[in-house]
């Protein structure tokens, strides 16, 4: 079983060579902040995974571009069309994986998720093996932008998933997550089904199951400044179909 911590205190992170995994689709305007505040963090060894879905905007040529400035710290993976969420993080995870690399970062684009806050999260990590952003547990919050309506669906929805799934995280749905490298080498991620939406609560149900120690990190979410939101009603029903079955379901 695991162990869900609701830490609030940030800590210093560890040293070690961070990956950190970030798909993409037209976000071209957005990268290039991103590169700029992910390069400026404090780290000693940091590499950026862009994983493109066929950005019609550019998005893999403003990666490749942004690496030639950033001493080829950037590589792409460019997929032909939009294969889902699900499975550009999986893709980037294994590329990840696959070099010597300690910890591996998840997170948006689009600068919802604030790049400030991963040397905290990596810190968490000196004695837990997931820290996950979190906008729900105490200290984390919303956008002071967004409207009473949004705030309450987005906190009923979270709660309706961690029902519906059994996850004790308080953010269940948190796309914002940092891993030891052999924590997520440990899981088998060929057997998440998700590839949309879905995909953030069926890992977090998944660490959860394989008695990875969890740690939960206060952040604010913030409404993405450029560019538009892929988030719809039809991909949250598909999300909550699916993942009615993690209740049944034994990885």
Request: glycine share 10%.
């Amino acid at each position: 079983m695991s162990h869900i911590t609701h830490e609030h205190q940030g800590e210093g992170g560890p040293l070690g060579r961070v990956a950190v995994v970030v798909p993409t689709y037209n976000e071209a305007d957005n990268l290039p902040e991103l590169a700029s505040r992910l390069f400026g963090l404090d780290l000693e060894d940091i590499r950026l995974y862009v994983v493109d879905d066929s950005s019609p905007d550019g998005t893999a040529e403003v990666a490749r571009k942004l690496s030639d400035e950033y001493e080829n710290r950037i590589e792409v993976i460019s997929r032909s069309g939009k294969q889902g969420l699900g499975t550009a993080y999986t893709t980037g995870f294994a590329r990840a994986l696959s070099e010597e690399v300690d910890y591996v970062v998840q997170m948006d684009a689009d600068l919802s998720h604030v790049p400030e806050e991963i040397p905290h999260m990596l810190g968490k990590l000196r004695r837990s093996d997931v820290a996950v952003g979190s906008r729900y547990t105490t200290g984390g919050g919303l956008d002071p932008e967004w409207s009473a309506k949004r705030r309450m669906l987005s906190g009923f929805g979270n709660h309706l998933i961690r029902s519906v799934t059994g996850v004790r995280v308080m953010d269940a749905t948190s796309g914002f997550k940092v891993y030891r490298a052999d924590a997520l080498r440990s899981l088998d991620l060929s057997r998440i089904r998700c590839i949309g939406f879905g995909f953030q609560a069926e890992v977090a149900h998944y660490c959860q199951a394989s008695g990875l120690e969890v740690v939960e990190h206060p952040i604010t979410f913030m409404e993405r400044t450029r560019g538009v939101s892929k988030m719809s009603v039809r991909i949250i029903a598909e999300a909550m179909w699916k993942l009615t079955l993690l209740r049944i379901r034994t990885f």
